[in-house]
């Protein structure tokens, strides 16, 4: 009877582990599912046929540029916190984190990932989680920030959703930011020396700017990889669209609802593509293009995972 007891306490984690994954797997096949019986799909294949491919090829090229940018983004944060690793193999940690985002809900597997390989080559766990903290606080600032300054740009309000959507998104990471900014963090234990590590960046104001800055040009990369996505289809639209768009999208397919955001990205293409008059079957494809895009860039990743074991 102990022995049983034993077996069932310890195994009962990876039940919950298995529930959640599938769970978000049936959230995402059940949203591409709900979308595709949406949208007419007869000319999907015709147009992934005739895409223009020199677009593709620059839509790839801006998907890694991205993730030069945030390994150059996240090295600074590291350097403050005493802790010097080669950009290239911070690199390699970040397409590691990319692979492994592939099987897990959100960006957090790979955030996980990240702090592991830090902390194991560093010995200082509580300065690697404060570094990919700071780094996506300061990045879904910048992420609400460009989305803001695109709305100066819109002529036409289309749905309230994208504004407040962007607004909630400013001020919530604004709230953060004072908020590490003024607080003393004085507590004890592991959570008190995490948030300490996280306060130590008050002193490095030049820091944070010069991340802030790179995460600008980061979701420019980003935005400009779904440009040529978008061109590769024959669909022209004014920058400013993409520049408001995509930062909605990219925030709430960070949500802890599905495989990556798979079903919740497609469906908010489709959604705010379609105020700018782009018909859902192009919508749709233009996001799933997209994400093979950035599947293909993450199986480097998958090498380097296996390379570390």
């Known amino acids: 009877m102990i022995e049983n007891k034993t077996i069932g306490t310890q ?7 298995d529930w959640r994954f599938w769970s978000k797997f049936a959230v995402s096949i059940g949203l591409l599912a709900w979308i595709i019986s949406k949208i007419p799909l007869g000319s999907l294949k015709d147009s992934l046929v005739h895409a223009h491919r020199p677009s593709l090829l620059l839509a790839f090229f801006m998907v890694n540029l991205c993730m030069v940018v945030s390994a150059l983004k996240w090295r ?30 959100s960006g957090i597997g790979g955030d996980a ?3 592991y390989y830090v902390a194991r080559e560093s010995g200082k766990t509580k300065e690697a989680a404060a570094s990919v903290v700071m780094e996506r606080l300061v990045a879904s600032l910048a992420l609400g920030l460009t989305a803001a300054m695109a709305m100066l740009f819109v002529s036409h309000r289309g749905s309230s959703v994208v504004f407040w959507s962007v607004r909630g998104l400013v001020i919530f990471c604004f709230v953060l930011l004072v908020f590490l900014f003024c607080y003393p963090f004085r507590e004890e234990g592991k959570i008190g ?30 935005v400009l990889s779904n440009v040529f996505t978008f061109m590769a289809l024959g669909i022209h639209l004014p920058l400013y669209i993409h520049f408001l768009y995509i930062p909605v999208i990219m925030a709430v397919s960070m949500l802890p609802l599905s495989i990556n955001g798979l079903g919740v990205r497609e469906g908010m293409y489709v959604l705010l593509y379609g105020y700018a008059g782009v018909d859902g079957a192009t919508a749709m494809l233009c ?11 993450s199986l480097a990743g998958g090498l380097i995972i296996l390379a570390h074991k």
Not at 87 to 100: D, E, I, N, Q, S
């Open 11 to 17: 195994s009962s984690p990876a039940i919950r582990a």
């Open 287 to 297: 996001s799933l293009l997209f994400f093979t895009q950035v599947t293909v860039s």
């Open 113 to 115: 990932l990240r702090i």
């Open 76 to 105: 600074p944060l590291l350097t403050v916190l005493q802790i010097q690793i080669p950009l290239g193999r911070l690199l390699a940690f970040y397409y590691a984190g990319l692979f492994a985002n592939n099987f897990l809900p």
């Open 193 to 222: 020396i995490f948030l300490r590590r996280m306060g130590d960046y008050k002193q490095f104001p030049g820091t944070l700017a010069g991340v802030l800055m790179l995460s600008f040009l980061f979701q420019g990369c980003l």
